[in-house]
């Protein structure tokens, strides 16, 4: 939550007028955030011997805290399996979180009834790796988009159903000629574009992009996201854009957060964090992207170990047993999440 002071009557009205909104009766405004995330925990239970009992925890999403404002795109980036779709998954309690709280326009999320929480979902829409999965191969692309308009009362006749459709087909780059063709018939970039109509139809003001374009050749990549980048243009929605391509993450975000083994470790605006990044672990993602100019050199570091949620060490930070600068300190007690700069968080004993 960002918190400004302001002094006087007449710059709190101004500010309230621009869209902030005040917390409380003293001076401080709270910035109007789309989504605001606290404390957020997944932990998965993990079960063996013959009657199935939960012998221990995974602590896949452990106290993770970040806020994002409206038309925002927040990007999510780590290795796999460090927590990022159990994250995208738990704000839209796709999942049920262990802990935490979740805020959307104010309203908190993770309090809500399943009844209060479906009639919400049309403003928060996820689009997956593998359409294919995601995509019923059984239904023609008028009901894969149409399904959620019927569903949420935005279109009462299958005319308007139908108009509708078309009207987001065009805007994804599809024609109106697909309207009864299966996903089958459509090539891996195309299904992509469908996935997004079925999800922008309901016209979200958040859009979780989990590896939306992972899985497509690097041409069709780069067309999806100048679609992402069009549609945030014309309708002012967020994404939370999950990916493993730190050059695709900085095409597209404004903002990007470093995950790992279920914490944030970094948070800083784009261009400051490829610039000056500070947590070791954000230093070594960025040190494996290729560099295209062989005369720029960068201080290379190589991870080496596993991770997994089972090597979770019992205290300390979570990437000591990798750090090449980790000392006693970092062995003994889990580093908090500093401010060092105007927007940039990192959790790391060394890095003020
Ligand atoms: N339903 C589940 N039951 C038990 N453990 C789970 C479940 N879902 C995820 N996990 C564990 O939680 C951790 C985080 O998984 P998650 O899928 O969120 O990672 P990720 O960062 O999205 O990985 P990837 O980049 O491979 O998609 C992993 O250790 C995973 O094994
Ligand atoms: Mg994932």
């Known amino acids: 939550m960002a918190l ?29 955030n789309l989504l605001e995330v606290n404390n957020l925990k997944k932990y998965f239970p993990v079960r063996s011997g013959l009657l199935g009992l939960t012998r221990s925890w995974v602590r896949a999403v452990d106290r993770v805290s970040f806020t994002m404002a409206p038309g925002e795109t927040l990007g999510l980036v780590g290795e796999s399996g460090c927590g990022k779709t159990t994250v995208g998954r738990s704000i839209l309690r796709l999942i049920e979180p262990t802990g935490g709280e979740v805020f ?8 809500l009834s399943k009844r209060r929480m479906r009639a919400l979902r049309p403003k928060m829409q996820v689009v997956s790796q593998d359409p294919y999965s995601s995509l019923n191969p059984r239904m023609v692309v008028l009901d894969l988009v149409g399904e959620g308009l019927s569903e949420h ?12 459709v078309v009207e987001v087909l065009e805007r994804v780059g599809l024609s109106a000629d697909f309207l009864y063709r299966y996903p089958h018939e459509f090539s891996g970039g195309q299904r992509q574009r469908i996935a997004i109509a079925r999800a922008i139809a309901l016209k979200p003001e958040l859009l979780v992009c989990d590896e939306a374009v992972s899985a497509l050749d690097v041409s069709i990549q780069a067309q999806i996201i100048n679609l992402l980048m069009e549609l945030r243009q014309e309708s002012k929605m967020a994404y939370l854009f999950i990916a493993h391509d730190l050059a695709v993450v900085k095409h597209i975000s404004h903002r990007v957060a470093v995950m790992y083994l279920g914490q944030i470790v970094e948070l800083a605006p784009t261009a400051e964090l490829f610039a000056r990044p500070l947590h070791p672990y954000t230093k070594a993602l960025l040190a494996a992207i290729p560099v295209p100019d062989p005369e720029y050199k960068r201080e290379r570091l190589i991870l080496s170990g596993e991770v997994g949620a089972e090597t979770i060490p019992g205290q300390g930070c979570r990437f000591a047993g990798r750090c090449p600068q980790a000392g006693e300190e970092c062995r003994r007690s889990e580093p908090p999440s500093v401010c060092v700069g105007q927007d940039h968080e990192v959790k790391c004993f060394y890095a003020g």
């Open 153 to 164: 009362g935005l279109a009462r006749t299958a005319q308007e159903k139908k108009d509708l």
């Open 104 to 111: 959307f326009q104010g309203v908190e999320l993770t309090a």
């Open 4 to 32: 400004i002071r302001v002094e006087g009557e007449r710059s709190r009205k101004l500010l309230t007028s621009a869209g902030f909104s005040v917390v409380n009766k003293g001076m401080g405004i709270k910035m109007a």
